[in-house]
């Protein structure tokens, strides 16, 4: 069946890089996401990638997908202590209703100043 | 921007009790979700919704039921709430375009005692 899995901690220290895994069974996949969330509050949507891309670059965000390896990763460039967070990797399964997205269990990210 | 907004921040309810959690989005999305959050479980689908009035089972339907009688409400009933459905509860919503990605409300804690 489809499935999403991801490392449940990362620790970094603030100014270093942090590179948040996931990967996914759905070589059918037609987007895959990175969500955030912060302590107490809901979801909130980073980026997405389209599953033609390798890459997609924005600000301090760098999304890299390995369609071959059906890996995503996530790497936050100057990690800082704002970026705190659970941070969700989730796939658009293309068979099978596409109005649901399949979830990762979340990589909680802890920055250390 | 898209709102999603829901009834409650923090909710104390006593075992028995039925409880209803709201869930209103401003921005005419076809599509409505109801998830719990716990710990180390990740986001685990209740119920969703693609219309009015038309609402399909997700992954834990079991002790819980909804009701979408308008396009930007939907609601979560739990008809006798039992202390095994303390959680976190995400509501959100997608529209029909090609991305499926999800708003999120800023969720609610319900403890149940």
């Known amino acids: 069946g489809e499935d999403v899995e991801q490392s449940l901690f990362l620790s970094v220290r603030e100014g270093d890089s942090s590179v948040i895994n996931c990967t996914y069974t759905?070589?059918?996949?037609?987007?895959l996401y990175w969500y955030k969330q912060e302590p107490g509050a809901g979801l909130q949507l980073l980026t997405y990638?389209?599953?033609n891309m390798d890459m997609k670059q924005d600000q301090r965000l760098t999304v890299l997908l390995n369609k071959k390896d059906k890996h995503l990763s996530l790497r936050i460039a100057d990690t800082q202590t704002g970026d705190s967070a659970i941070y969700f990797c989730?796939?658009?399964?293309?068979?099978?209703?596409?109005?649901?997205?399949?979830w990762g269990l979340g990589t909680s990210l802890a920055v250390n100043p | 921007d898209v709102k999603v907004t829901q009834s409650s921040r923090y909710l104390v309810k006593r075992t028995g009790e039925k409880v209803f959690l709201e869930c209103v989005q401003d921005?005419?999305?076809?599509?409505m979700f109801w998830y719990r959050q716990d710990p180390g479980l990740g986001l685990r689908l209740i119920y969703f919704?693609?219309?009015?009035?038309?609402?399909e089972k997700g992954d834990i339907p079991e002790g819980y039921s909804v009701s979408r009688e308008k396009k930007e409400r939907f609601s979560l009933i739990l008809e006798s709430a039992s202390t095994n459905q303390t959680s976190m509860y995400l509501c959100?919503?997608?529209?029909?375009?090609?991305?499926?990605?999800?708003?999120f409300g800023p969720g609610t804690r319900l403890t149940v005692t």
């Open positions: 959100a919503s997608s529209s029909l375009n090609i991305r499926d990605e999800q708003y």
């Open positions: 921005m005419d999305h076809e599509n």
């Open positions: 919704s693609y219309d009015v009035k038309m609402k």
């Open positions: 759905d070589s059918s996949s037609t987007y």
């Open positions: 990638i389209f599953s």
């Open positions: 989730a796939e658009t399964p293309q068979r099978g209703n596409n109005r649901k997205l399949i």
